[in-house]
């Protein structure tokens, strides 16, 4: 490896991958460049709007401040990997059926926070979403429909456990 690379094994999506780059590489540019997952966006490049987050071992992170040095047999997993899993097919089918998202720029980094926030708490409540979604910046202001959308599958499975009382 020449000196001022390192190289990398990691996860991404569910594939072993390998990669040299320089330590300080952005997690970011690494997947749009290296991979050409292009469904990480970038907004404020600054941690600050959530439109490029990512699972990093199950965590919601913001791939913009993440530095390849951290990657070491880490497990990431961009919007990309998450649309192949059955288990979010739902979730994902309610929010992009109500059209909640506009111009679509924040809508890989909510649809990953939520995700991370599921992987927790199967059922979260509206103050849970809307704390999951604290780091996510709408700048269209769909923010209520896109909790509500989250949110309504749960809503619903609460109804009906109510009537059932
Ligand atoms: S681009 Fe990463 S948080 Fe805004
Ligand atoms: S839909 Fe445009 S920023 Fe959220």
New binding site residues.
Partial sequence: VPGNLIKLRFQLNGAGVVLQCPPGARL?DILRREFELYETR???????????QVLLDGQAV????VPAFMLSDADVVTIEGIRTLKAFAGFQKRLLDREVFRCGHCASGMQVALVALWMRNPEPSEEELQRALSGNLCACGGYRAIIEAAGSGTNRRRRHARRRD
């Avoid at 970038?42 to 490029?52: D, M």
């Avoid at 913001?62 to 401040?65: A, E, P, Q, V």
């Fill in positions: 970011l970038e907004g404020c490049g600054q941690g600050e709007c959530g439109a490029c913001n791939s913009c401040l």
